[in-house]
């Protein structure tokens, strides 16, 4: 069974490698993620058969480069999905000004919000009204360096 709290970070690797990174190096770099963090994440990701690792030669030697599968793309749908709908419901309960609820969806979901910035699914502005609404520091559940300087949010 996979941990939950890694459903989002697969997602964001997974983006990733979709999106024409297929290095491990750089994969770490645009995921912002440790190299053993993402060690552990890619072989997960292939043990599911999400991904694919294959070796290519080339002249400096043998290339690795990992491909995402089609079981691996749907996957990612599912999950950018599922991260859309956690959004949806932050901002109900924003609405309905239900600060109890709020806070505790919060604190139950708070591994989901780099994936959201990640994807541009929430917008900062109404992320800030809400950690304002129940008196929460947002730097506690999310990095200033996980948030790209030029978000405008989705």
Same mark, same amino acid.
């Given at each position: 069974m996979k941990?939950?709290d890694d459903?989002p970070?697969e &997602? %964001?690797?997974?983006?990733?490698?979709?999106? @024409? /990174? $297929?290095?491990?190096?750089?994969?770490?770099k645009?995921?912002?993620m440790?190299?053993?963090?993402?060690?552990?994440?890619?072989?997960?990701?292939?043990?599911?058969?999400?991904? &694919? %690792?294959?070796?290519k030669?080339?002249?400096? @030697? /043998? $290339?690795?480069?990992?491909?995402i599968?089609e079981?691996?793309?749907?996957?990612?749908?599912?999950?950018i999905?599922?991260l859309?709908?956690?959004?949806k419901?932050?901002i109900?309960?924003y609405?309905l000004e239900?600060k109890?609820?709020?806070?505790?969806?919060?604190?139950?979901?708070?591994?989901s919000?780099?994936?959201?910035?990640?994807?541009?699914?929430?917008?900062?502005?109404n992320?800030?009204?809400?950690f304002?609404?129940?008196n929460?520091d947002m730097?506690?559940?999310?990095?200033?360096?996980?948030?790209?300087?030029d978000?405008d949010?989705g």
């Amino acid at each position: 069974m996979k941990n939950m709290d890694d459903g989002p970070k697969e &997602a %964001v690797v997974l983006a990733t490698i979709k999106a @024409g /990174i $297929k290095s491990f190096d750089k994969i770490s770099k645009v995921a912002n993620m440790p190299t053993n963090e993402l060690e552990a994440v890619l072989e997960k990701l292939e043990s599911r058969n999400l991904i &694919a %690792v294959n070796e290519k030669k080339g002249f400096l @030697g /043998i $290339k690795i480069e990992i491909n995402i599968t089609e079981n691996g793309e749907k996957t990612l749908k599912d999950q950018i999905q599922e991260l859309r709908e956690k959004w949806k419901q932050m901002i109900r309960l924003y609405q309905l000004e239900d600060k109890q609820k709020l806070q505790a969806y919060i604190d139950e979901n708070k591994n989901s919000f780099k994936p959201m910035i990640f994807f541009r699914i929430l917008d900062m502005a109404n992320f800030s009204k809400m950690f304002g609404m129940v008196n929460l520091d947002m730097a506690e559940y999310i990095s200033p360096k996980d948030i790209p300087q030029d978000i405008d949010g989705g």
